[in-house]
Every structure is written in structure tokens, then in C-alpha cells.
């Protein structure tokens, strides 16, 4: 699938990613939690641990500063999927990431600066 994008602000700002990023972390989240605790875990990823991830990557700057901790969730949400939809992340990785981290908002940091390394805007 090819999503075209002009600026990572943009990216941050679609609410169609974000909305599938929601699932998308939400299972990558699970996954590793599982792996952790070597039994199935489905858990949600809390918002606010998104939007920390998002302000510790150094990733707040191409949000308005207007925006609710809910809305920077959305952002972070939204940067994870498209980075995997353009293949610039994969879900073996995404969970490796989150696995390697103690701390899971460090883990999702991490993955968010990767996700934004990687990706080519035009």
C-alpha cells in the first residue's frame, strides 16, 4: 500500500493511521507483553504512554502545541502504522523494540525514532 505524505506533520495529523495504528500497536503491545510473561496477554496501550513515547522521542515539535495528550497518542499511533505500512518497520521488530525495554514507553520511544528515521517523505 503506498500513502503518500508531504511532511511528518501530516503523517502525525491523519486520523485514518492513527485509527489503524491504534490496533496495530495495540497488538505489537500484546505480543511482547506476551512473550515477557510467556502466556497470551491482550492489553491495550495507554494513551498517555504514547504521547510521553511521542514527547521522549522529540517528536512534539511537529504537533500544535494546542493538541490533548489524546491527540499525541493519536500522532504516535499514526507515524508506527505508516512507518509499517511502507515497510520501514516490520512487526518482528516492532516487538523485539518493546521486548528489549523495561520501561515500555522507552521501548515505544525507541520505536517511534526509528519509525521516523526510516520513513521517505517527499
Known amino acids: ?55 521522549r522521542a522529540g517528536l512534539r515539535e511537529y504537533v500544535p502545541s494546542s493538541v490533548s495528550s489524546h491527540m499525541l497518542a493519536d500522532a504516535a499511533e499514526a507515524l508506527l502504522v505508516y512507518a509499517w505500512l511502507q515497510n520501514c518497520l516490520t512487526l518482528e521488530e516492532s516487538v523485539a523494540t518493546l521486548e528489549k525495554n523495561e520501561d515500555f514507553t522507552d521501548g515505544l520511544s525507541r520505536l517511534l525514532l526509528t519509525a521516523r528515521n526510516r520513513i521517505k517523505l517527499s
Open 1 to 55: 500500500m503506498s500513502l503518500p505524505q508531504s511532511s511528518l506533520a501530516a503523517i502525525l495529523a491523519d486520523h485514518n493511521l492513527a485509527a489503524l495504528g491504534d490496533a496495530f500497536i495495540n497488538f505489537v503491545y500484546s505480543l511482547a507483553l506476551s512473550t515477557k510473561k510467556g502466556v497470551p496477554d491482550g492489553k491495550k496501550v495507554k494513551g498517555s504512554m504514547l504521547a510521553e513515547a511521542l514527547r
